[in-house]
C-alpha cells in the first residue's frame, strides 16, 4: 500500500499518517487531562475516558517505539553517544525548565516534584529516555535475533511487575522508584512492539489486510469492555490484551484512511501538524488548562459521558490551538526554540 506523506516502510522519512495518528494521540492525552483536572472524573466514573485510557498512551509509547526504529542502524558506541547528545536536551533539559516553572507557579518544592511518581504530569518524557536506555544497552549487548527477544521478554516483565502501588517496602529504594517514574515501565511493552512493528513492518501490513486479525481485534475490545461486570477486565493479561487490540484497531484505522489524514486536506495537515508539534503542546498545554472549572462539578456528580465527553473535546481543541500559538511565538527565537523544544537551532 503507498504510503500517502512521502513515505517509506525503512523510516527514512516521515510517515503521513503516523504523524496524524500521534497529532491524534496527543489529542486524547489532552482530552483526558481536561477530564480528571478540570471536571474531576475520577476512575470510576461512567465515561468514554475508561476506554480511551486503555489506548492512550500505549499507543504514544508504540508510535515512540515505531519512529525509533530505523532499518540498517547498529547501536554501537559511536552511535548511541550521537543518539543521546541529540535525545538528552529534548527528553530531560527541555521538559526539566517547564517542570521546574510549574512547581513554582503551583508552590510545590522541588524536591515533592522530583520524588512525585507523576512528576506533576511531566513523567513521559522522561520514562521514554529510560526506554531509549533500556533498548540501547540491550541492542549495544545482544546483537541478531536474540535481542529482539529479550527486549519483547523485559517489555512483559515489566507490564507484569511494573504497578501504580508497587513498593520495595524501603524508603530510599521506593524513593529511587518515585524518582524514576519506574511504574510508568509498563509502558515498555508497547514502546518494544513499535520497534518490531517497524522492523517487520511489510509483514505487519499482511496482517493488518488479512481477513481475520482486525475483526478479532475489534470484537475482543468490544465484548470485553461490554461484559466488565463479568470479566476480569482488571486482570492484568486482559488489560494488556484490551490495549494492544485496541492499539490494533487505531493503527489500522489510521492506515486505512491515511487519504483522510494526508497533507491533501485540511484535517489530514491540521492533525499532521499536531503530531509535529506533541512535544510544545505536552510541555505548554499543563499551564493552559482551565483548572477553575473544577468548581463545577456536574459531570463528576452526575455523570454525562456524551455530553461530557463532546464538552471535554471542545475545551482540549481550545487548549492544543493555544498552545500551537505560544509555541509559535517561542519558536519565533531559535535560541529559545532550541532550548525549550529541542528544535535544531537556525539563523535567518
Known sequence: MENKGGITASGQQRIGYIDALRGFTMFLVVLNHVAALCWQITPGTPSFHTYLTQIRMPMFFFISGFVLYKAGVEWNGS???????????????????????FLYINDVTLYEGILSKTKCGYWFTLVL???????????YFVRGRWSAWILLAMGIAMFWLCRT???????????????????????????????????????????????????????????????????????IPVKGLLSLTGLIVLFAFFRRKQ??????????????????????????????????????????????????????????????????????????????????????ETHP
Not at 535525545?87 to 526539566?96: D, E, H, N, T
Open 79 to 101: 552511535y548511541i553517544v550521537s543518539f543521546f547528545k541529540k535525545k538528552i536536551p529534548v527528553q530531560l533539559i527541555s521538559p526539566f525548565i517547564f517542570f521546574a516553572i
Open 129 to 139: 529516555l529510560e526506554f531509549y536506555v533500556f533498548y540501547a544497552v540491550v541492542r
Open 165 to 235: 502501588t508497587m513498593t520495595l517496602h524501603h524508603h530510599t529504594a521506593d524513593n529511587l522508584l518515585a524518582l524514576l517514574s519506574a511504574h510508568q515501565w509498563r509502558f515498555f511493552l508497547f514502546f518494544v512492539l513499535g520497534t518490531l512493528a517497524k522492523e517487520h513492518f511489510d509483514k505487519v501490513q499482511q496482517w493488518l489486510d488479512g481477513k481475520w486479525l482486525l475483526p478479532v481485534c475489534i470484537v475482543f475490545f468490544i465484548v470485553v469492555n461490554a461484559l466488565g461486570g463479568i470479566l476480569p477486565v482488571k486482570a
Open 259 to 344: 487519504d483522510l489524514f494526508s497533507r491533501d486536506n485540511a484535517l489530514g495537515r491540521t492533525m499532521q501538524y499536531v503530531g509535529r508539534r506533541t512535544l510544545d503542546i505536552y510541555l505548554i498545554h499543563f499551564f493552559v488548562l482551565p483548572r477553575g472549572l473544577s468548581a463545577f462539578t456536574l459531570f463528576s456528580d452526575h455523570p454525562m459521558p456524551v455530553i461530557e465527553f463532546f464538552t471535554s473535546s471542545v475545551i482540549a481543541i481550545l487548549v492544543i490551538a493555544v498552545c500551537l500559538f505560544v509555541s509559535n511565538v517561542i519558536r519565533l527565537s531559535p535560541w529559545l526554540a532550541k532550548w525549550l523544544f529541542g528544535a535544531k
